[in-house]
Every structure is written in structure tokens, then in C-alpha cells.
């Protein structure tokens, strides 16, 4: 089965500052990878996401992402943070057509002034 | 278009109670699964609903059960709830089956 692994649980950066937020993945067929944001009492909004086609993915709010099957990597971007982007933000992956969709843990992006 | 919707949003039971959680999709979405989310376990799939049929499940006991009715509407019961299936249960509506959108959640607390 698919896992993913988010290197860092807590990631403190100072606005305007770029930042990047890395997961790693495992599966033994292609996935479909994604990334999330999660705002404080709220549900989980689409970043971006990885299907198929060029490997750097560019998501909204600014971020983007690279695909990198040799390394199993799918790490999250951004060069200049607001402090609007303080959030949690998840890694997922899923294989083929089906909803089992695996999280990683999170990570705590707090961006200060 | 109105996005996914989730009720109640917030819910207080007792112990050995059972509770049952309702999800809206987005219009034209087949496909529901519900996730559980908690501080220390992360966010664990649940169960997938598509066309009123089970098509996935996860690693949950029994107790949790969902169903989905013929407008793709999507409930979630869990019965002899423990405190710890204190959560925020989430709902993702998808079309495709990989691009997934959440509701807001419903935050149950057990005492």
C-alpha cells in the first residue's frame, strides 16, 4: 500500500521568506500525488496536484511543486510567504482511480512577521 | 457550485451513544469518502461511497458504518462510541475519483 512521510512536522519562516515543505512517498505503482492546505476550523482545500504530464506542478496562492520519481519526492514551494499562509498542509497520495487516499501527518507552516 | 456541505457541524454525545454524521456533495460528484481526523492519529481514511455501493474501506472497526442514498448524499453512523472517536470527521466529494474536495467537517466530542 501507498504512504506518504512529511519530513517536518513544524516549519517557522519569516514573511517574504521562500520556503519549501517536503514529503516523501512510497508505492510500488504510479500515484497521483497532492497537496492540501488547512486553515484553523476548516475542511481541506486543493493546492495542487500531480497526475500525469511536466513535473513541476504550480498550484494556487503561489505554490508549487515538483514530481521526483527517483527520489519519491514531492516537495512544496513557495518563494515569498504571506503571513496568511500560517496553515497545516498535507501531502497525499493515491493510486489509480481509487479513493484511498493516504495523508501524510501534516506540516505546521507558521510564517511571522 | 455550492461546495461540499457537511452536518451537524458540531456534536457533543456520551459514551456508548451512537451518532450519525451527513455529507452534501458537490453536484455531480458520485464518489464520498469520509475521513477521520485527530491530533494524534492524523488524518485516517474511513470508508468511499460511489455510485450507493462501498467501493473502499480503511482500518476501522465495525462500529463505523456509512451508507450513500441515490442523490449521492452520504451518511456516516458510528454506534457504542468510545472517547476515542473524538474527532473531525471529514467528508470529500470527487467526480473523477482522484481530485478529491473537502466539506468543512463535523467536530464530535465524546464525554
Known amino acids: 500500500a501507498q504512504s506518504v512521510t512529511q519530513l517536518d512536522s513544524q516549519v517557522p519562516v519569516f514573511e517574504e521568506a521562500p520556503v519549501e515543505l517536503r514529503c516523501n512517498y512510497s508505492?510500488?505503482?504510479?500515484?497521483?500525488l497532492f497537496w492540501y492546505v488547512q486553515y484553523p476550523n476548516q475542511g481541506l482545500q486543493l493546492l495542487l496536484k500531480y497526475l500525469s504530464g511536466s513535473t513541476l506542478v504550480k498550484g494556487i496562492n503561489g505554490f508549487e511543486a515538483e514530481f521526483n520519481k527517483s527520489q519519491t519526492s514531492f516537495h512544496l514551494r513557495k518563494p515569498s510567504v504571506h503571513i496568511s499562509d500560517t496553515a497545516e498542509y498535507f501531502c497525499?497520495?493515491?493510486?489509480?482511480?481509487?479513493?484511498?487516499?493516504?495523508f501524510g501527518a501534516g506540516t505546521r507552516l507558521t510564517v511571522k512577521p | 457550485k455550492a461546495g461540499v456541505t457537511q452536518t451537524p457541524r458540531y456534536l457533543i454525545k456520551t459514551r456508548g451513544q451512537q451518532v450519525t454524521l451527513s455529507c452534501s456533495p458537490i453536484?455531480?460528484?458520485?464518489?464520498v469518502s469520509w475521513y477521520q481526523q485527530t491530533p494524534g492519529q492524523g488524518l485516517q481514511f474511513l470508508f468511499e461511497y460511489f455510485s450507493e455501493t462501498q467501493r473502499n474501506k480503511g482500518n476501522f472497526p465495525g462500529r463505523f458504518s456509512g451508507r450513500q442514498f441515490s442523490n449521492s448524499r452520504s451518511e456516516m453512523n458510528v454506534s457504542t462510541l468510545e472517547l476515542g472517536d473524538s474527532a473531525l470527521y471529514l467528508c470529500?466529494?470527487?467526480?473523477?475519483?482522484?481530485?478529491?474536495?473537502f466539506g468543512p467537517g463535523t467536530r464530535l466530542t465524546v464525554t
Open positions: 497525499a497520495v493515491s493510486v489509480g482511480n481509487n479513493n484511498d487516499m493516504r
Open positions: 508505492s510500488s505503482v504510479s500515484v497521483y
Open positions: 470529500a466529494s470527487s467526480f473523477q475519483g482522484w481530485e478529491q474536495y
Open positions: 453536484s455531480g460528484h458520485r464518489s
